[in-house]
């Protein structure tokens, strides 16, 4: 009798072992043998699945996002929230997340500079991977200026502010090692307040 393998679900068992290895050898030290040992699996097996390293990496990176994606979007929609209520709780669950995966902000950090240093342009790699957060700020600006809450201004550039901070928060959290999860939150209020219309 055959054992019928779930192929999806071996997948996504695999990306997330993975990454626990990236996370505890770092990117270079990674190889297809200790990914395919923590997954309990073969060399042979794993390559049912991926081609190399790299491509688990990204895919990895991109399950990752995907989660942080879906929850942002279920901030967004609270219908009940306004614009000012959703952004800040936005940002807050970024900095959350970049607090929460410290150690792999730490390995893609490496990676990005391997990248540089392979001349392959870490930015649009970066850019690649966040279009769609930009959209939903951008969308949560756009909306806030409509209905009044926000002050007219650059979508772009507050958008810009807005990625300069989270992009600090990673360094802080994933270079630095700081735990000042607090006063990464007070200046992203800060921001949020510029932008605020006052009565």
């Not at 770092?26 to 309990?40: H, L, N, P, S």
């Not at 009940?80 to 792999?104: F, P, Q, Y």
């Not at 007219?152 to 507050?158: D, E, G, S």
């Amino acid at each position: 009798m055959s054992i019928i393998v779930e192929h999806d679900k071996r997948r996504q068992e695999i990306l997330q072992n993975a990454l626990e290895v990236f996370i505890d050898e770092g990117y270079e030290d990674v190889t297809f043998q200790k990914i395919a040992d923590r997954c309990g699996i073969t060399r042979t097996t794993l390559y049912i699945y991926f081609k190399n390293k790299r491509e688990i990496f990204t895919w990895s990176i991109k399950q990752l996002t995907a989660g942080i994606e879906l929850r942002l979007k279920e901030i967004v929609a609270e219908k009940k929230s306004g614009a000012e209520a959703v952004l800040r709780k936005t940002l807050g669950a970024m900095v959350d997340e970049c607090e929460k995966n410290r150690g792999l902000f730490s390995v893609v950090l490496y990676y990005l500079l391997g990248c540089k240093k392979n001349g392959v342009d870490p930015g649009e790699r970066v850019r690649r991977r966040l279009i769609r957060l930009r959209h939903l700020i951008d969308g949560i600006l756009i909306g806030g200026m409509k209905n009044g809450e926000f002050k007219k201004t650059n979508v772009r550039t507050t958008y810009e502010m807005l990625y300069s901070l989270i992009l600090s928060s990673v360094f802080r959290f994933s270079v630095l090692g700081e735990n000042s999860i607090g006063a990464i939150r007070e200046t992203l209020n800060l921001a949020v307040d510029g932008l605020v219309m006052r009565a």
